[in-house]
């Protein structure tokens, strides 16, 4: 399954929706409990703006495993485009919880907590994400040997991930000096 999961992802970033899809749901038949896969067909899913389906898929992926960090963050990233910060900012905890060396969540809380003018959290999530962020660039192979390091969550792969990552942190400075 491990090739067939790296096939998946070579065409998700690729933006080979289709093909990435129908790998993922025969990974799905095969192994009817792989919550990575059901998480990716959630970033699929949002990645095609049906953020309904992708919120089904992300909670399917923890329902199957409550400890994937990523199903948690893209969760709460679909909860934060519909506006419902409560939400998200659960989600994101929860990420940082089950993964505490990811900068993504600490990012995401950053904005909401600038959207919701709390210049204190924001501060502080922000610097923990840039901290972290530094931390993977000094750092690349943190993982066990032999393991493929990837970073976690915002949708994809280390690409689409460093994107979302500068976007955003582009935001909210831009917002930032906006007022």
């Known amino acids: 399954m491990d090739e067939l999961m790296m096939e998946a992802e070579k065409h998700l970033e690729c933006g080979e929706y289709e093909e990435a899809r129908r790998i993922y749901e025969q990974i799905i038949n095969d192994e009817p409990d792989n919550a990575k896969a059901y998480n990716k067909l959630g970033v699929i899913a949002a990645y095609e703006k049906n953020n309904e389906e992708a919120e089904a898929y ?14 948690a963050s893209n969760l709460g990233n679909i909860f934060f485009e519909k506006e419902e910060l409560e939400k998200a900012r659960e989600c994101y905890e929860k990420a940082i919880d089950l993964d505490p060396d990811n900068p993504i969540p600490y990012n995401n809380l950053a904005v909401i907590y600038k959207k919701q003018k709390e210049i204190d959290k924001f501060v502080k999530f922000y610097k923990k994400s840039v901290e972290l962020s530094n931390k993977q660039l000094r750092n690349p192979q943190k993982d066990k040997p032999g393991k493929r390091q990837r970073a976690t ?26 007022g």
Do not use: C, N, Q, W
């Open 58 to 71: 992300f909670k399917k992926a923890l329902e199957l495993d409550p400890k994937l960090s990523s199903a």
């Open 153 to 178: 969550s915002s949708y994809t792969g280390t690409g689409i991930l460093g994107f979302i990552a500068v976007a955003l942190i582009l935001y909210v400075l831009i917002r930032l000096f906006k």
